[in-house]
Structures are given as C-alpha cells and as structure tokens.
C-alpha cells in the first residue's frame, strides 16, 4: 500500500498530468494522420525529453505510443488508410463496416477494444509483474525464431481461400527485408549496384505505400464525388458497450497482446494475427470475417492496444527492448542513469507501479477524447475524393521523407503505392508483405544468434518453451491441412453428385 501511495504521489505532480494530457491527446491526432506515426513523432520528441524526469518523459513518450493506435483505427476505418503500421489490420473488418453505412459502429468496437486491450494489459501487469518478469528470460534466441515462425504460418493459415497467394505475398516480404547492406559481415544483398539500397527498403516505406499511397491513387484517379457521411444508426458509445458483449474474443486478444508484447521482437503484428485467428476459427459466422466482422475488428484492437504495456516488461525487467519505440524509450533510463533490471523493480517499484497507473490513465484519457471529437472526425467523409486523395498523397509523402529526408523513399513509396493499386485490383492481400518485412528481421537475427548453440534439428526444440512453440506450429498446420482436404472432399463429392 504505501508503495502504491507513493506512486500516485508521483502521478499528482502538475507535470506528469500535463505530459499525460499531451501525450494521450497528441498520440491519437498523430495516429489518425496517415504518414506520421508514432515512430517519427517519438523520434522528434526525443531530444526534449532528455531535460525532463524520467517519468516525465517516459509518460510523454507511452503516451505517444499507446494513444496512436487507438487513434489510427480512425483513417483505418474511415477512409481504408492505416494511420499506423498496425492498424492494417484494423481496415479488413472496419471499413467494410463503413461501405454499409456503420462507420460510428465500427468506430466504437475500435475505441471499446482498444481500451479493454490498454485496460487489460495494464491490470495484467499489475497483478503478474513479478511473475512475468522470470518467465521472460526464458525466450532466448530459439524461442523468439519459433514464435516469429508461428506468425509466418498463421498469416498464411489466416487467408484461408487465399493461402498460396499469402504465403507467396509473405515470402516477398521476407525476400525485402533481406534488401541492404547485410550488418554481420558487411556485404551487400540484392542492391543491384545500386547505392541508395544499401540502407535497405524501410518498413514505413513500404507500409505508406502499399496502403496510404495506393488509397491516394485509387481516390485520385476515381471519380471526384463527394461521399455521403455514412449513416447513423447509433452512437459510437454503443459500439465501446458493444465490446463487452463479445468478451470472449476482447479477452483472447488481449492475453495474446499481452503475451506477445512481453516476448522482446514479436510485437503487434504476430499478436493480430494470432487473436484473429482464434477469433475467426471460434466464431458463429467466419464468413463475415474481412466482410465488417465486430469479432474480427475486437481482434485486431485489443490485441494490438495491449502490446505497447507488456512491452514494457522486458524493458524495465531485463532491459531488452522489444522494439525501435521501447529501444527510443531506453535512452531516456541511461540519460538519467536510471538503469532497468532487476534491481529496479526492488528499488524502485513505486517508479514501476507510476508507470503503469500512468498507462491507464493515458487509455482513459484517450477514450474519453475520441468520444468528444469522434462527430468532427466523420466529416472526413464528405469530403471530395481526388480532394481527399491528394491530402492523403501529401501527408504520406512528408512523412515518409521526414523517416530520412530521402526523396528516394518518396519514390519507392509510389511505387509500392502502384503494386498495392495492383494487388486490390486482383482483390489480394496485402498484410502478408508487411508481416514478412517484420519477422523476417526477427528471424534473421535470432537464427544467428542461435547457429553456434545448434548442433543437430532437435537443438531447435530441446527447451520446454521452444518445444511447446514448436507442437503449435505442427497444430496450426495440421488443422489447416485438414481443413484444407475436407474442403476438397466436400467439392469433389459435390461434383460427382451432380
């Protein structure tokens, strides 16, 4: 209890409130602004919070973190457009639901989800801190390949109809990432001799254009009509209460963000994947699944909202940032000779314990905002398209030169902007390139990592975590495969009925 004061004491000083009011208000305008992201706001940030207290800054920066990707269902939802990277996801389910004219429906699963997911993370940590912090050394380099390799599968197994086209879309992914100057040995891959790709094609790059730049194009080169608000047919306080009718899968998506957030690498991609999987294979009705699915988007928003607290766990436990953001949020600590580990949680758990009512905080704050400001936001609708595509083009293009001052991203932006117009045409997806540029990383890096401990395949697997990784690939694949024949059954007996 006293530890517990202590810490409200900390969380009641003036500039802690202000840093959690700016934090929570700016990160869900930055997430709704298509081509900003948190990434480039927290890096421009930075410097500032150099001169401020560590839970000052800290709160500024979660703030950032967390409030965008509650804001960047927005553009996801509205206009097919991710504000962030993870919100991809977010546009399978939530702008069908738009096209039928439930856009503050759909907003409102969003904000609930997101919420639970913070909320859920947040009380998970709090109860199971000392817990999670021994189980987290227990993923070692073979455990993180594994887990990346389970997303990889569970992308492909996730586009069922589509498998061979996703898993071919996963392996260019996997092929881009490999693009670059190699960081071992310091030789350059599949450049071509071409200087400017060796700093390798950056996954924001690549994000902006497949989704941001390609909707750009699709607007600009439609037909300028300007488009009718969608149609009320409740509030988005309803849609939030809506959530919590589907608890089930609000809860199975959070545990898995939570559990992804706190194994350093994985993050909300892997996350996503595996809360809509479980959501998609449980539901009623899976057919609705990318056609406006409640299930499907309460999936995607509470897995991906639940990431950025757990991953904190790894960063204040054991020092390992899981990601780039949490890596930026490390300098802070060694600014301020604040070193976390162990030792942090035994002599600053009232640190700790301000950090994590902060993290509430910043989900009630956001949510509270986004039903104020949510009846403006819809106005983005009604304006005209080749009005909308062009803001959406130029947002796009100065966030991404603003990633490296590089007109060359600009370029390589446009053109994954013309392959995305391309693969909707054909009605592909488009996630599984993103999923591939992101593991591919993790696997890479693990897989070397790992190489000098290996000595025959079962080295890959003799650990209890490794193994228990392991037999779930072989479930995922053995039920696809399975469903895959019956499907096949099923029609060749209906050929030869008929």
């Known amino acids: 209890m006293d530890t517990f004061l202590s810490a409200l004491a900390i969380v009641s ?19 709704a602004i298509p081509g900003v992201g948190p990434a480039v706001a927290i890096a421009i940030l930075l410097p500032a919070t150099f001169g401020m207290e560590p839970i000052v800054g800290l709160t500024l920066l979660l703030g950032i973190y967390g409030s965008a990707l509650f804001g960047g269902s927005i553009p996801s939802i509205l206009i ?23 856009a503050p429906r759909a907003l409102g699963l ?9 909320i859920f993370a947040v009380i998970a940590l709090v109860l199971l801190s ?21 997303g990889c599968v569970l992308v492909v197994v996730a586009h069922r109809g589509q498998s061979l086209a996703a898993g071919a879309l996963l392996m260019f992914g996997l092929f881009l990432n490999t ?10 891959r599949f450049t071509f001799e071409l200087n400017f790709l060796d700093q390798g094609v950056n996954l924001i790059v690549v994000v902006l254009g497949l989704f941001a730049v390609s909707q750009a194009f699709v607007l600009l080169v439609g037909k300028d009509d300007m488009e009718a608000a969608p149609e009320i047919k409740g509030n988005v306080l309803g849609g939030v209460l809506e959530v919590f009718r589907h608890k089930r899968v609000a809860a199975a998506g959070s545990l898995s963000g939570t559990i992804m957030g706190i194994i350093p690498g994985v993050g909300e ?3 996503q994947f595996l809360s809509y999987s479980y959501a998609r294979a449980t539901s009623k009705n899976p057919g609705l699944f990318g056609k406006g699915s409640p299930e499907g988007l309460i999936a995607s928003e509470t897995a991906n909202n639940s990431v950025p607290p757990a991953a904190m766990v790894p960063l204040l436990a054991l020092g390992i940032p899981g990601e780039a953001l949490t890596a930026m949020m490390l300098s802070v600590f060694y600014v301020h000779n604040v070193i976390p580990g162990p030792t942090l949680f035994r002599d600053h758990m009232d640190f700790v314990m301000a950090l994590y009512i902060c993290l509430a905080l910043l989900n009630i704050l956001a949510l509270a905002f986004l039903l104020v400001a949510t009846r403006p936001l819809l106005k983005v609708l009604v304006i005209p398209n080749r009005f909308l595509g062009m803001m959406i083009l130029t947002l796009s293009f100065v966030g991404i030169y603003s990633l490296r001052n590089s007109a060359i991203d600009c370029m390589l932006a446009a053109a994954f902007g013309l392959l995305g117009v391309v693969l909707k045409r054909l009605n592909l997806p488009l996630v599984p390139i993103i999923l591939g540029m992101v593991l591919g ?35 995922v694949l053995a039920l696809h495969l399975w469903g895959l024949w019956r499907d096949w059954k099923g029609k060749r007996d209906g050929s030869v009925e008929h």
């Open 179 to 188: 693009i670059g100057m190699e960081a071992n040995n310091y030789t350059r």
């Open 110 to 118: 969003s904000f609930g989800a997101s919420f639970f997911g913070g």
């Open 441 to 475: 990383g993790i696997m890479e890096n693990k897989f070397r990592t790992s190489l000098p401990r290996i000595r025959s395949l079962y080295s890959w697997i003799d650990r209890p975590v490794a193994m228990v990784i392991f037999c779930l690939i072989c479930i």
């Open 269 to 271: 991609f892997t996350s």
């Open 13 to 31: 000083r003036w500039d802690v409130i202000a840093a959690l009011l700016a934090g929570s208000v700016g990160g869900v305008i930055i997430g």
């Open 80 to 102: 097919n457009t991710p504000g962030t990277p993870v919100n991809a996801l977010t546009t399978y389910d939530g702008f069908p639901m738009t096209k039928q004219g439930q």
């Open 130 to 150: 000392p817990v999670l912090a021994r189980v987290a050394p227990m993923f070692g380099s073979r455990e993180i390949f594994l887990a990346a390799f389970l």
